[in-house]
């Protein structure tokens, strides 16, 4: 992909939208894109988290202990659990069309986020709203 091509990609996943050019062209640097088939599972439950995943464009299907809990589109992320808190994937995530996908292994994104506040933010403030969806019987 030519490097305009990957920067307006970019510029289409919500997470990197509010980036001036400078950040995403550092952002460019840290991600990969990968285009994965329907049916290609991205995460297992229980597995070592190593990447985070933003949709361009397909659609994701997130189970966790064997039932669906969200499908996940262009614009959404997933991955960043694991790699925050260094724990084992909290659900299986599966493409469920095909699907084109920037991905960051765990240094880039741990880079990503020391290196832009904003950007740490949203993935925090989106960590929290799973974790109120996964339990809402907890007090928060």
Request: proline share 5%; hydrophobic share 40%; aromatic share 4%.
């Given at each position: ?50 990447e985070f995943f933003a ?43 095909p699907a084109r996908l ?38 928060h």
């Amino acid at each position: 992909m030519h490097r305009d091509q990957k920067l307006e990609m970019l510029r289409r996943v919500p997470l990197f939208a509010g980036c001036p050019n400078r950040d995403l062209h550092e952002i460019e640097s840290l991600a990969d894109e990968v285009e994965v088939p329907a049916g290609k599972v991205l995460m297992r439950q229980g597995d070592t988290a190593q990447e985070f995943f933003a949709i361009v464009e397909g659609h994701l299907q997130v189970d966790r202990d064997g039932k669906s809990v969200a499908r996940l589109g262009p614009g959404d992320f997933v991955g960043e659990i694991g790699l925050v808190d260094g724990g084992p994937r909290t659900a299986t995530v599966t493409a469920d069309s095909p699907a084109r996908l920037l991905v960051m292994g765990r240094r880039e994104f741990h880079s990503l986020l020391d290196g832009h506040p904003g950007i740490r933010l949203e993935v925090l403030e989106a960590l929290a709203r799973r974790i109120r969806g996964l339990d809402g019987q907890a007090v928060h």
